[in-house]
């Protein structure tokens, strides 16, 4: 497959081959546009696909299913990532809504916040946002046998979190707080029926779901998710020990089941 499949590919400075790898200047292309390059490269087998000036493109890295790195310079759009099934994707800035939205295998790591719903309905892979995210982050995560996602956030998160949550792993890390600052987001585990959400902190009652339950995490806990703590600190820096001692809070569902009085069968 050809990458010159739009009018601008074929302008200068637009792409370059490098190294067996692609580097692409998004700063005049579409969303369409980039994506259809983005594409078209690893459809003939680079290795990796370096983006530069990025603003806003949403969709960067949907639906590829092939081992490629691509490495985003500057803030994609919605949905980065979206239904992407293997590569790896780095940004070095912020991240816009839907990171991950039903990514089924992959990492995807940014180096700066992100917005709402992150890992929508993502169904394997991991994510880690160096920073913090913003509502409804892992609504309607799911696991399928080997298939489990883990989301990864450095900071806090907003209200909702792991909303309609079916399956897989949250690990909200609290770093930079103010000192004596708690977890402020409220709702976190509505609907919940699967999977496990680990904050570091307390959480009142009043800030739960009805439908998730919690205790502070122990021993086996922490062993649990030292792996992906261990790999946060290894793209974004800190100490794995010093965090995982700060104490955590393990969330998990009251029922797999919740809302099974409201149908007929």
Do not use: C
């Amino acid at each position: 497959m050809k990458i010159e499949v739009d009018r601008r590919a074929g302008l200068p400075g637009v792409f370059t081959r490098k190294n067996g790898g692609i580097e692409i200047n998004a700063s005049q292309l579409h969303y369409r546009e980039l994506n259809n390059m983005v594409k078209g490269a690893a459809a003939e087998g680079s290795r990796e696909i370096v983006l530069d000036n990025v603003y806003g493109q949403r969709y960067i890295g949907s639906g590829i299913r092939k081992p490629v790195n691509i490495v985003v310079h500057g803030v994609p759009g919605n949905d980065l990532g979206a239904f992407m099934d293997g590569p790896n994707i780095t940004v070095d800035r912020n991240a816009q809504d839907g990171v991950g939205n039903t990514m089924n295998n992959g990492v995807i790591v940014v180096h700066g916040r992100a917005g709402d719903i992150v890992a929508m309905g993502m169904r394997g892979g991991k994510i880690f946002i160096k920073g913090s995210v913003g509502y409804r982050a892992a609504i309607h995560m799911k696991e399928y046998r080997k298939h489990r996602p883990v989301l990864v956030v450095g900071g806090d998160t907003q209200d909702f979190l792991g909303e309609y949550m079916a399956g897989g792993m949250v690990i909200a890390l609290g770093l930079g707080r103010e000192n004596g600052a708690g977890i402020q987001a409220k709702h976190i585990g509505t609907g919940m029926h699967g999977g496990l959400i680990f904050l570091r902190g307390e959480v009142e009652e009043y800030q739960l779901g009805k439908e998730a339950a919690g205790a502070a995490a122990a021993e086996e806990d922490l062993a649990r998710i030292r792996p992906y703590v261990e790999e946060y600190v290894g793209y974004f820096g800190g100490d794995a020990d010093d965090i995982l001692k700060s104490g955590f809070t393990k969330l998990w569902p009251k029922s797999s089941r919740p809302f099974g009085g409201l149908y007929a069968y």
